[in-house]
Nanobody, 122 residues
Framework: QVHLMESGGGSVQTGESLRLSCIVS?????????MKWLRQAPGKDREFVSG???????TYSDSVEGRFTISRDNAKNTVWLQMNDLKPEDTGMYYC???????????????WGQGTQVTVSS
């Protein structure tokens, strides 16, 4: 069963940077995995931030395009989110999510990390 662990969050000032990491373990090598970063601000719904699929196709939300960069290592066991020029609106709990899919034995299901807090002050 897949496990994920996020790290790298913290408290920064507007304009500063953070780099989040997500370590993925216990993947089934027979299955495929799409990776996403999502975040949830206080009082708001969880929202999509960025994703990178099994083929390396990358997607960003409009609010982070040009400031954030998602990447995945060659072994596909780690995903990063480089966050530059942070704004107070970026504040929230950031979650790493994987979507498992593939042949019959690969159950289509999501796995989540515990989250890492990002706080950006004016």
């Amino acid at each position: 069963q897949v496990h994920l662990m996020e790290s790298g969050g913290g408290s920064v000032q507007t304009g500063e940077s953070l780099r989040l990491s997500c370590i993925v373990s216990d993947e089934d090598p027979y299955c495929s995995y799409d990776m996403k970063w999502l975040r949830q601000a206080p009082g708001k719904d969880r929202e999509f931030v960025s994703g990178i699929d099994d083929n390396g196709i990358i997607t960003y939300s409009d609010s982070v395009e040009g400031r954030f960069t998602i990447s995945r290592d060659n072994a596909k066991n780690t995903v990063w989110l480089q966050m530059n020029d942070l704004k107070p609106e970026d504040t929230g709990m950031y979650y790493c999510q994987t979507w498992q899919f593939g042949p019959v034995r690969c159950r289509r299901e999501h796995y989540w990390g515990q989250g890492t807090q990002v706080t950006v002050s004016s």
